[in-house]
């Protein structure tokens, strides 16, 4: 968990609303989840809750960006399938050990709020954006063409978000091992040999 309180708490933040989404996200929750002093939400965040709410947004856009370098370096068989397979297999492993309750906070936002709040669905925008640029990034590092990285990686964030609802709203991991395998051949046939 990070260290400041306000770090904290736009990390409670982002935590609260991938299970209750933001309209159930209350700001003393927040508060209290992240441990920080009472006082502390007006300091840190003069513009209230839908500031709290977008830098929770951003902060997940760019954990997701993260989390696709760690994925990519961790690879021992460097393609596009497998790349897919690590980002849906952190899913599997969090349905399987800790339940279905939670799911992306980014999803969760847009949802609620992207009819209500254009400066959330611009915060939810850009945190998709985010994660799309490094993930076509790797998958050119990985052999992808340049023309095809950003659709691609548009697809699989796509897709495996489609999943995780699929796999929440039926409590079973399923939905995350089809679209793996069914995604696999597309993107490791979208390699080209020269470039890697």
Known sequence: MPRSPRERMVFSAAQLIRTKGVSGTGMREVVAHAQAPRGSLAHYFPGGKEQLVNEAIAWAGDYAARRVRRYAEALTERTPGNLFAAMAGQWREEFT??????GCPIVAAAADTAGTSEALREAAHKAFE???????????????????SGSLALLMIS????????????????????????????????????RR
Do not use: K, N, Y
């Open 130 to 148: 985010g994660w799309q640029r490094p993930l076509a990034g790797e998958l050119e590092a990985l052999g992808v063409p340049p023309g095809r």
């Open 97 to 102: 050990t800790a339940g279905f309750a939670s």
């Open 159 to 194: 897709t495996l978000e489609g999943a995780i609802l699929l796999a929440r709203a039926s409590q079973d991991v399923r939905p995350l091992d089809t679209v793996v395998a069914e995604l696999r051949p597309l993107l490791d046939g979208a390699v080209d040999e020269r």
